[in-house]
T-cell receptor, first 114, second 117 residues
């Protein structure tokens, strides 16, 4: 059981370049999330999705876009990368049902923007 | 908005000793969940323990236990008989208990725990 898989694991971008991070989950979870982790700031929510075809903004959405065309995939896009977007990005997923409240995380993507 | 604060950026403990990591949170809700996640050097986020706010009893998972003080909005993690494999970054996290809707986690800043052999 793969759980939550993120692609790629590492990436270096030049300022102004674009890229897409892919998150795939095989647990049939309804909800998916993108977080970024920065030193001294913990994990902060960028965008999230409560189901196929729906997305919503989190705490730090500026500079990012997302899409959820298929239930198992959640894509995070950077249209024009900036050095401030250097971070470790985590995808997570969770069940919809009440009482099932553990979020499952991918292994993260370390992105460096130079 | 809810906030979570971990005031200890770094902690260290001797192997086999006990260590307590602190966490405070701010919320106006009465029903919520609290979590401790462990992040070893592999970067994987591992759920260590969870606490439902409506439960009076403190959660325990083997060597890990919490001290949940709802009125004080405090949620500390105690690790007993520390082992080298406990070395990691530890994150405290909060989530509202909502029947429908995204289960959004709010994280603290993290505490890096070092185990001295």
């Amino acid at each position: 059981n793969a759980g939550v898989t993120q692609t790629p694991k590492f990436r270096v971008l030049k300022t102004g370049q674009s890229m897409t991070l892919l998150c795939a989950q095989d647990m049939n979870h309804e909800y998916m999330y993108w977080y970024r982790q920065d030193p001294g700031m913990g994990l902060r929510l960028i965008h999230y999705s409560v189901g196929e075809g729906t997305t919503a903004k989190g705490e730090v959405p500026d500079g990012y876009n997302v899409s959820r065309l298929k239930k198992q995939n959640f894509l995070l896009g950077l249209e024009s990368a900036a050095p401030s977007q250097t971070s470790v990005y985590f995808c997570a997923s969770s069940y919809e049902a009440a009482g099932s409240h553990e979020a499952f995380f991918g292994q993260g993507t370390r992105l460096t923007v130079v | 908005a809810q906030t979570v604060t971990q005031s200890q950026p770094e902690m260290s403990v001797q192997e086999a000793e006990t260590v307590t990591l602190s966490c405070t949170y701010d919320t106006s809700e009465s029903d919520y969940y609290l979590f401790w996640y462990k992040q070893p050097p592999s970067r994987q986020m591992i759920l260590v323990i969870r606490q439902e706010a409506y439960k009076q009893q403190n959660a325990t998972e083997n060597r890990f236990s919490v001290n949940f003080q709802k009125a004080a909005k405090s949620f500390s993690l105690k690790i007993s008989d520390s082992q080298l494999g406990d070395a990691a970054m530890y994150f405290c996290a909060y989530r509202n208990n909502i029947i429908q809707g995204a289960q959004k986690l709010v994280f603290g800043q993290g505490t890096r725990l070092t185990i001295n052999p």
